[in-house]
């Protein structure tokens, strides 16, 4: 099985209506290392990696979003997968790092 990354933009309502928190949940139940954050534009930004069959079902969630959300366009844009990623960061790089850091100890 081939493990993959993509970087997703979100374009729509898709901050304060918890979406975040929805892909947060999403993420860990598939499986997914990475992050997620709130952009200044209005965006919400994430990074995913795992295994093609996990990632892509998170590019189709964040395609439909949480019921609160609406969705407007949603952009993938594949990256050389890493591996460095352990777990699933709600608020971005700098903090997944910091999570992987405390997960050595």
Do not use: K
Request: proline letters at 2%; a negative charge; charged letters at 25%.
């Amino acid at each position: 099985a081939t493990r993959v990354r993509v970087r997703v933009l979100v374009s729509g309502r898709v901050q304060g209506v918890g979406f975040r928190w929805a892909v947060g949940d999403e993420a860990r139940t598939h499986g997914v290392t990475g992050w997620v954050r709130n952009l200044a534009d209005g965006r919400v930004e994430a990074v995913f990696e795992g295994y093609q069959e996990q990632v892509q079902q998170m590019i189709d969630f964040c395609r439909r979003g949480p019921e609160t959300a609406r969705v407007d366009d949603v952009r993938v844009i594949p990256e050389a997968y890493s591996g460095d990623l352990t777990g699933f960061s709600n608020f971005g790089e700098e903090d997944a790092m910091q999570v992987s850091l405390l997960a050595g100890y």
